[in-house]
Structures are given as C-alpha cells and as structure tokens.
C-alpha cells in the first residue's frame, strides 16, 4: 500500500442534487468529516472552471463516491444528453461507489430511477434507502468505516509482524455486497470466541445457503478493524483433500505448488499472530487433521472454518448458523427484512409496505432461509409479492437463476442442496431421502421406529445433522429433529425416484394416526397439557396423516380418529380443519361401507366440530343421527357424549329441550360410572340451566362439574365451568365472583396453553371490567379476544347471545370513550401477544375479585 503524508486523508466525493438534498448534504459531510475523512461536496459557486470540468477534477483526486438521490434527475446542461449527476456517476466508474435513495420517491424522475437500476448490481456498488437526514449519516458513517476495513486494508495489508522466514503474505477479505441483516446474537457469540486468546478454531456450521459466509467475514472484518491480521482462503473449488495444503498455501501468497506446502506453511508463519477465514470446508473435511497439525505448530495461528458439518478435532468451538427468524412480535421479522432490502435492490418500490404481509408468507414458505430468499427477491424483478407466493409451490424450480457472482453450487437452490447431497454416503443418501416421509419434524423415537430396520439409524442421523441436512430441535421430553421444507422438498424427490415412497408414507399414517388413537383417553385425564403439547408439535405428521388416509380410503379410521379426537382439535384451535376432513370422509365412496358405528363416529365428530364452531343449527341434523345410531348399536359411552352434544346444540334456541337429552344422558352414565362424562354432563347441565334462568340449580351443577374434573384431573372441565360461573355472576350484577371466576378459569387456561379458550374467557373478562366502569381497560382487553380470534380463523362467538351481547358491550365502551380513545384502546389489546393478553386479564380480573371468595381457588 503506498505511503501517505499525514495531510493525505482519504477523499470522499458527495454527488447529489444540491437544493433538493440540501440537509443530507449536510448529514453527509458531518459523517466523513467525523470519521477524519475529507469530504469534497461540488457547489455552484463562482470559480474560475466550467463545472464540468470543476467535478471531474474533484473526481480525479478522490478515493470513494458517495451518490445521495431522492427524486430529482438534476440539470441537464445545453447540448448535453445526461444530467451532470448521472455523469459523476459514470466517471466515478471504478472507485467504490456508495449510492443512497432517499424513500419513499413517489415523484421519482424516470431518468434517475433508469440510472439507479442499471447501477444496482454493478461492481464495487452497495446501494441502500434512508428515510431521512439523521438516518443517512448514521449509514454513511458505517458504511465507510467498514469499507475502510474491508476494502483498503483489505486487498493489500501492511506485512505481519514477525520473523517468519521473510515471508510476505496476501491477506485479503472479499467485500460482501449486501448488508448483514440480524444475526446480532450470532455475531455477539462470534466476536467473544475471536475475543478469547484461547480460542484456536471456530466452526460456523449450517445448511447450505444459511449465511455462514457472510457472518463470518463480519467477524472477520471486525478483528481486521481492530488491528488483527486476517486472511481468506475459498475452498468451494477443492475437492480432493491432498490439495488442500497448497489451495491454503496459494490463497495467502505462498505459491501455488503442492509440494511441501505444508512445511512452507508453518515456515512462513512461525510467530505470526494470524486469523484465517476457510470458506466452504464441507467437501474436503477430511483434511481436518492436516489443520490441526497447523494449529499444534503455530500457535499464533487461529481458524475461522465456514463448512456445513464440523471438523471434529480437538479444540473446535461449533457455532450453529440458523435460519433467519420469520415470526416476531413486533416489527418487521428479520426474514422478511432481507426479502424485502433485496427486492428493493433489485427493483425500487416492489417490496411496499402494504405487500409485507404476503412477504411474511413468502418467508416462513422459505423457512427463513438467506439463499432462498435472495432468489425469490431476484425473482420479483418479474413477478410481483402475490404472484411469487402463488407459483411457490415448487419452490427448488421456481427459484431458477440468482446473482451471476455467485458460486455455481448457490446459482439456484437446487444446485445448492445437490452439493451437499453429493457428498454423502449411499447409506446417507438413503435415509436422507426416507426422512422426507415426516412434515415438520419427528421425535427420535418416532424416526427410529419408522426407519430403524438397518439399525444404525440414530447414527445416520447424526451424520446428517452434522451436516447440516437436518436440523436438531430444542429438546423436551424427547430429543426431535427436522428438515427444512426447502430441503425437504428435494429428498421427496429423491424418495419418489427410490420407488419407497408409497409403503413408507402408508407405515408414516399408521405410526401418527395410532400416536392419536392412543393419546385419546389422556386427554380426558391429569395428562391433558402434555398430551396436548406432544400432538401440537406432531401436527404436520397428523395433517399428513389424515390425508393418507382419505386418499386410501380409510374412512373408518378418519371416523375413529374424529370421534376420540376431537377435544385436540376443538382445544389448539384446528376445528375447521378438522371438520374439513369429517366433511371429506363423509363425501368418499369408502364411506358407503361404513358400518353404522363409524359412520356415526363421522356424524357424530362433525357435529362436535360444528357445535364448538358456534354454528348449533349446522350441528343437530348430525348429532340426531349419532344418537340414534348408537343407542341403536349398544355403543353406551358414545351415546353419552352424543346425547350431551344435542343437548347443548339444542339449548342455543330452547335449553329445556337439551335439559332432557342431558338428563337421559346422566342416567346412561350413572350405569356406566365415568367420572370424566360425569364431569361433561354436569357442565352441559349446568350451562342449560344457566341458559334457562334457574340460577341456583346452575351453579349446583357447575361446582358438582368441578370436582367430578378435579377428581379426573380434567383442568378442561374445570375451566369450562368456572368460566361459565363466572358469566352467571356477571348477569347476577355481582362483579367480584364473576371475577373471581373468570380468572379461576382463565388460570387454567393459560397453564394449559388453549388459545380458544383463552379468547373466549378474556372475552368475558372484558365483559366484567365494562360493568364494572372500567372503560379502557375493557377495550383493550376486547382487542385481545378479537386479535386471538382472528389468529385462530374463529371469526365467530360460540352462541348467538354472546355475539349480541358483545355488540351492546362494544357499542357502549365506544360510547363512553368516544371514537379515538376506543380505537387506541383497541388497538393496544389486539397488538399484544396471547399470553401477554392472559396475563394482563388476570391482574384486571384479581384486582376486581372479592377477597373472601374461594370461587376461583378451583383452579387449583
């Protein structure tokens, strides 16, 4: 690098309309000068030069062009075709070129966006939007801080400190050309273990196209700027191991040749404290011992490995690289970020705000992953957000070609997972592809038994997360383990082209349709909320489950399931899916062959669904067939909850009607001695008499309700009738019980993790804080309930008097509030998170709750 005189600071030419960016010119010029840079800003003064000529002098003798545009293409001299900004841009060809676009530009000049968009892509350009004149300066500081460490540091670095032979080393770091979007906690861990003098070798490990590449060299860039001297080595070319001494040797200037690399190697750094970034180790890590013999010998000498498996040798710290996030509570999910600062790069104003929502879909298709998303962005240079998510389907086809400078292995998607496909063992590939038959992740247990028959199954599988195939979940009872939908798409090509698929997803839909059949009874007992957990994290296996079987024709055991299954599916908020499935079964060929008791089972699951949807009418034509056919049939137990299905479906228009089936239904049961039904027929009695204005019958029913669930263990029951206590007390007038009450209720519904119904109880909630003239806080509590609601595709309370109640209930709050202080009211409570929502509703509720009550104590 040559020398410079103390007075020769780095120069940084500022291109930019001068009236329109009057004030970023400013916030420009206060960033450069603050980073001891020199900034030169053109202005249209008097001097002794044509402007032209002016500029293009100013051009000559800087370092770095900083072009700032909002919407104005800038004067055109007379005779001139372009504009003199487009032609500072043009001469600055060849010198980094930071370009920044003020958005939002709805009067964008035509001329200016034509420039900008054959500018984006060029090279050396990083290109991004700021929204105002503290913003700019924030990213001109930084960007030119790191372009200083990356870019003039980068390509030729001062010699090494130490002896080392005499040996002059090329230590370059490649400039990424996007920003880093998130990452900060990996980052944040990456920056302690470079930090730790201990530390010799870091492994970023992940699934191909993850982003190790681009967190590692921010590292990188990182102990660069803090005066460690950093190299890069890419391997993505080698595949042979023995070449990987000389690839080393040659990517840090010691010569191209093979032989005796090794040795030149530690010759040349001997006492030279060095980072090393190796790039794409996966198809040659078995030189692992070769670069731990390096380190043994040099200890100064410290590894950065970028490689989709760990090396496995001493020493080694592995940091997983995980997807991008594609959920968050607030703001902008980090996936989504990336799609859309990609987009925008490509083609300015496709990713618009009012699109994120169909981006966010986009994200969670691509399961957060950076490569896809950067070729689905490069994709919406065509198609726009609606468009793209609607051909997603196959998502490895549709994301064809990407950026040209990328590798050739991440040039699509494809060619990215058939990489590292390539590089497995035929015993790898195999189980790799049969791992396709699970949707969203499997237990170990559950892999082993589907795929266990060559025994060494927990190996392979081991193998494959090493590599970065599968992807370990967070534990809990059980260890559990998935693939990413993208990757996952292409291993059920590779099982469909092995001819296993057929057999091996019919055993995948008897393995998960059995796990329901005989978690069944558990959700009636003390094992509710872990039995309803362990079959929310298996419910893609189940959806894929279900549909294997309707496709087969095996609508007896969709009948099974339906019936026994049904509090899983009305509890975690799947009713409309389920009674889509009931709906089909019904409507198959196969279901002519019923016998009476399954299709009874069907008729009779639909009309539960349909109840707990809120649509009691829909309902009773399907439960008076269940009934029958049961009673009919013997099938005792099944008549029961029959029966209690009508009565309630009935006692929406005339609760004396479903007090009779209740009644019958009791006297079933009094033979049959089940205390759980016993705890159901007490609730659907107690909610009848409720319904009919017997009070005291009611509530007798009610507590009986909650001791025949405590007895059991059914934290369901007990909610069910504590919160319908608590709506009995409410129209009683008396505040404090139906607190009371609904928090009892609401207590065992957040420790049971029941989004229906959490929503339905803080409904209620918001019921008794508007009675008890807590305007505001019943408002947000309102938004709460409709926010989970929508969330959960309920759109509809359970019964017509709830809907017309809550329409008085909101149209007073409005009243009282006046429109602007309801809709930010509203709004708060639909913002909050479910659980938030719970939590905030139990402080309301206790701090209305009376003191001696002991109504709520139930919940325990």
Known sequence: MPIRTPDQRLRVFVSSTLVELATERGAARAAIAGLRLTPILFEAGARPHPPRALYRAYLEQSDIFVGIYAEEYGWVPPDEPISGLEDEFRLAAGMPRLLYLREPAPGRDGRLAAMLEGAEGSDPVVCRRFGDAEELGRCLADDLALLLTERFFGGAAPPVPGTGGGAELRLELPVPPYRLIDREAELARLDQLLADPTVRLVTLSGAGGIGKTRLALAAASAVRAAGGAVGFVGFAAIRHVELVPGALAAGIGLGASDEDAEDRLALALADRPLLLLLDNLEQVVAAAPFLARLLGALPLLRLLVTSREPLRISGEHELTVPPLPVEVEQGVAPAVELLVDRAEALRPGVAAPDTYDVLAQIARRLDGLPLALELAAARMRVLPPQALLGRLSSTLDLLGEGPRDLPERQRTLRATIEWSHALLTPEEQRLFARMAVFRGGAALSDVEQLLGGDGNVLDLVGSLVDKSL??????????????????????????????????????????????????????????????????????????????????????????????????????????????????????????????????????????????????????????????????ASGERRSEVVARLVRSMARGESDPRWGLLDAEAADRLNAQLGDTWLQGFVENASGWLLERAGEDAPALAALDRAVAAARTVGDRIGITVALDTQGRLYLRQGDLPRAAAALRGSLEVGLAMDVTQRSAYVIQGAAKVLEAAGRDAEATTLAGSADAIRQTSGDVRWLFAREDADWADVLARLRGRLGDASFETAWEAGRAQPAREAAILALGLLGSLAATESTVGSEAS
């Open 470 to 631: 599968v992807v370990p979940l967070p534990a809990g009872d059980e260890p559990r383990v998935m693939m990413l939908e993208t990757i996952r798409e292409y291993a059920v090509e590779r099982l469909t082209a092995s001819g296993e698929r057929a057999s091996l997803e019919d055993a995948h839909a008897r393995l998960f349709l059995g796990h329901l059949m005989a978690a069944a009874p558990a959700l009636q007992g003390s094992r509710q909320a872990a039995t309803l957990a362990a079959l929310e994290l298996d419910l893609d296996n189940l959806r894929a489950a279900v549909d294997r079987a309707l496709a087969a024709g095996d609508v007896a055991r969709l009948a099974e399931l339906g019936w026994v299954g049904w509090p899983f599916w009305w509890l975690k908020g799947h009713l409309y899916e389920a009674e889509g499935w009931m709906r089909r079964g019904l409507a198959s060929p196969a279901a002519a062959e019923l016998d009476a008791v399954h299709r009874a089972f069907l008729q009779g699951a639909l009309a539960m669904l349909l109840f707990w949807e809120g649509r009691q009418a829909a309902a009773l034509p399907f439960a008076d067939v269940a009934v029958e056919s049961f009673a």
